[in-house]
């Protein structure tokens, strides 16, 4: 774990740049996160991190089928909002834990 | 009289009727186990029967072989649990109470929630190998194939037996080269993980065997649509992949009748702790095998070990104790390689397969993350110790919970 100087403030970050507490996100954090990513997010960028954070918060998990069924967005538009690894990207903007996957 | 009510005769409830006959006694627990087939599938068994290896014959047996002296048996369809009255419903109206339930209704392959997979290319150039009727119309195929693009997807996950894919494409690749035919099939696996495997160890060294066959991996792709006119799998970024033959893992998801009594999450599993077997929001409900959400492999092996576990735990909550065992995600998956060989993974929740020995440290006989001649007989072995053990509820010489002795870090 390490600290990171995100918009001007320090985040406690893991090896591969996830928050370790989300509680220090906020909007500012999550746009430098995404600028990182090469993303610039848009409102619907940020109702889908809304989605995702309140899913996380109670405790669910996050796969694909659960974006699409959301409501908020199908999963072409997640891909299309996330290029390349949208869970792994949207999560990490979000500020909350990368997904794993048990098989 | 009291009553335990088991739902789903397959290895898990099977499994249990037999432990718990045993443990309860006659004059004061009825035990029923309820089922919509009089069939009792060897699935693990289904992997051979695209190559010949085994025929249909080789996989089933009736079911009432299995059932102990004892226990009531009911082959209906179950149309709902109403957990508030302990009570559930089959078709035509019958109605049966508990005191306990066991919900071990598995998991089924639901290839329509893929668009275009169960459409006009279904069983002609599209096959799954998870159900007998795909395994078979898949070896009739085989037959007379000449070759083209063998693509292996996986829908989504979890599936059941996670290292089932990849015994496929081992297993093909060795076909179609004793058949002269390897230089015309070129064979692809097609996976949302984001390698071989999940965990780093075992992704590694599984991915290197698929290089070493020359079979190619496309990792990271979630299928969003086959298109059967084109012949082609679309991924929702956009990537696509052709094929001559699509042999998918469609979506696997709990039972419908999880969904109609509103019990499941997304995918119809069952919210379940993880430890104690008991299922989240009903105290007097426990879940066994792949109807669990449990973050371990949905295997026969996984269902053994926790029948162990739950066995000790229902006896705790009949006698008012507090729970004695804890389930830790145990899996132990024998992997077919081709050529008469395999290789085999041993984990659980919080320990990735590691390299070693097993069962016994440093002498084996079976070789953890090694292709070995002894871990393929493991394999053949497993059929009959299914039948004659397993199912029968014995004991198996290997301990319910994993050992770290044999192993390597
Ligand atoms: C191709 C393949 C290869 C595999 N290889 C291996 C392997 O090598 N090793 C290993 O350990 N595992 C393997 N498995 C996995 C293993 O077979 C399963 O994990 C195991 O059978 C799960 O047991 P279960 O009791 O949870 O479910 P099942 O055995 O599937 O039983 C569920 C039962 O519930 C019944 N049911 C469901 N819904 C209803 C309803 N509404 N009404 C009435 N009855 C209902 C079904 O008819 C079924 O009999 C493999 C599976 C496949 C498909």
Not at chain 2, 178 to 195: A, H, Q, S
Not at chain 2, 364 to 374: D, N, S, W
Request: a negative charge; hydrophobic letters at 40%; aromatic letters at 12%.
């Amino acid at each position: 774990m390490s600290t990171k100087s995100l918009a001007g403030v320090n985040v406690d970050v893991n090896e591969e740049g996830y928050l370790t507490d989300a509680s220090q996100w906020t909007k500012e954090v999550a746009l430098a996160i995404a600028s990182e990513e090469g993303i610039e997010l848009t409102d619907q960028h940020f109702e889908v991190i809304d989605y995702i954070r309140n899913k996380v918060a109670g405790g669910e998990a996050l796969t694909i089928r659960g974006i699409n069924k959301s409501g908020v967005v199908d999963a072409k538009t997640f891909y299309q909002l996330f290029p390349g690894a949208p869970l792994k990207k949207a999560t990490k903007i979000a500020g909350v834990p990368k997904p794993v996957s048990c098989i | 009289m009291k009553k335990l009510l088991i739902l789903g005769a397959g290895t898990a409830g099977t499994m249990m009727a037999n432990k718990l006959r045993k443990k309860l006694t006659r004059d004061e627990w009825d035990i029923t186990i309820v089922d919509q087939y009089k069939t009792h599938y060897y699935q693990p068994g289904f992997l051979f029967i695209p190559f010949g290896m085994y025929s249909a014959q080789d996989v089933i047996k009736p079911k009432s072989d299995f059932f102990p002296i004892g226990v009531n048996v009911i082959y209906s369809k179950i149309e709902k649990i109403v957990p508030a009255e302990n009570q559930v419903q089959l078709a035509e109206g019958v109605v049966l109470n508990y005191d306990y339930l066991i919900i071990a209704t598995g998991t089924r392959t639901a290839p329509e929630e893929t668009p275009g997979l169960k459409d006009k290319l279904w069983y002609k150039e599209i096959f799954d190998f998870y159900t007998i009727e795909g395994a078979v119309a898949l070896n009739n195929f085989f037959k007379t194939w000449q070759g083209g693009e063998l693509v292996v997807n996986i829908a989504e996950l979890p599936y059941k037996c996670p290292v089932a894919p990849l015994e496929f494409v081992f297993f093909a690749d060795a076909f179609f080269t004793e058949r002269g035919l390897r230089d015309k099939v070129n064979i692809t696996y097609v996976t949302p993980l984001p390698g071989a495997f999940t965990k780093p160890r075992a992704t590694k060294m599984l991915g290197e065997l698929l290089k070493s066959k020359n079979i190619n991996i496309i990792p990271d792709f979630n299928v969003a649509e086959v298109n059967n006119d084109e012949k082609k799998i679309v991924d929702y970024a956009g990537k696509e992949v052709k094929f001559d033959c699509l042999v998918s893992v469609p979506t696997n998801m709990g039972d419908e009748m999880i969904e109609r009594s509103n019990m499941g999450d997304d995918m119809n599993f069952v919210p379940t702790d993880k430890h104690t077997l008991q299922a989240r929001d009903y105290k007097n409900i426990f879940v066994i095998g792949d109807a669990a959400n449990l973050p371990t492999s949905k295997a026969g092996s996984v269902a053994h070990f926790a029948s162990e576990i739950l066995e000790e735990n229902l006896m705790c909550a009949i006698e008012g104790r507090p729970y004695t065992a804890s389930f830790d995600g145990h899996a132990n998956c024998y992997i077919e390689t081709g050529y008469g060989k395999g290789t085999l993974i041993d984990f659980n929740y919080d320990t990735e397969p590691l390299a070693g020995s097993f069962p016994f440290p440093g002498v084996g006989p079976f070789g953890l993350l090694k292709v070995t001649r002894t871990n393929h007989y493991g394999k053949l072995i497993f059929r009959w110790l299914y039948w004659h053990i397993l199912l029968k509820g014995k004991e198996m010489p290997i301990d319910s919970e994993m050992q770290m002795a044999g192993k390597k870090l």
